[in-house]
């Protein structure tokens, strides 16, 4: 147990309504990220954060927006949440050396958007 | 692009060894070879990782080719937990950035 959890684990939502994600972690980790799995897809990042206030997008941020005001919260924000992002969102943690990164993941949130 | 080429489905029968392959052809002097599985509905799980020697945890052991071109994860004794989808993903150098291929869905059977 890497001292990961997500909020909420599951949630309905309507198009175009603003949506939060929440991952916590307790261990103190430098970097966390966000990504997304849809089948045929494997698991995508979305985006990532490498301290307070400092993120960077992934291979598909576009639609997401991030933050990371504390370190041990990484909220991920869909201002207008659309169809297309129903998934499984999940938070990973690490403490990237510059040579190796072992990520550790969350449980997941999985989101619907009616 | 995922920079690993893996089976699809292997089966495996309780009690025995689980073989898993991964061609990683074009994988750079400084890249690791990382493996992880996710059990159905959950989060991935790192398994064990490797730049160019044979490495074993507690889960795993993983063999890697002396070209390093390809590795092969072993599970010693298979059981009906280890059913999941184990990816190979090959990270490192610049890169923080995990990038998850399809993966290999491995059925233990009883």
């Known amino acids: 147990d890497a001292g990961i959890t997500q909020s909420p684990r599951h949630k309905v939502t309507e198009t175009g309504t603003p949506v939060t994600l929440r991952c916590h972690q307790t261990e103190n980790h430098r970097y966390m990220y966000w990504y997304r799995q849809d089948p045929g897809h494997g698991l995508r990042l979305i985006h990532y954060s490498y301290g307070v206030k400092d993120t960077d997008k992934g291979e598909v941020s576009d639609g997401y927006s991030v933050s990371r005001s504390k370190t041990e919260d990484f909220l991920l924000t869909l201002e207008s949440a659309t169809s297309s992002q129903t998934s499984v969102y999940f938070c990973?943690?690490?403490?990237?050396?510059?040579?190796?990164?072992?990520?550790?993941f969350g449980p997941g949130t999985r989101l619907t958007v009616l | 692009d995922a920079k690993t080429t893996q089976p699809p489905s292997m089966d495996c029968a309780e009690g025995r060894a689980a073989n898993l392959p991964c061609n990683h052809s074009t994988i750079s002097g400084n890249e690791y070879v990382y493996w992880y599985r996710q059990i159905h509905s959950q989060g991935p799980q790192y398994i064990i990782h490797?730049?160019?020697n044979n490495e074993t945890n507690e889960m795993a052991s993983l063999i890697i080719t002396e070209d390093r071109k390809s590795s092969t994860l072993i599970l010693p004794h298979a059981t009906l937990r280890d059913t999941a989808v184990y990816y190979c993903?090959?990270?490192?150098?610049?890169?923080?950035?995990?990038?998850f291929g399809t993966g290999t869905l491995l059925a233990v059977q009883p």
């Open positions: 490797g730049l160019k």
């Open positions: 993903i090959v990270m490192g150098g610049a890169t923080n950035k995990l990038i």
């Open positions: 990973a943690i690490s403490d990237w050396t510059g040579s190796t990164d072992t990520q550790y």
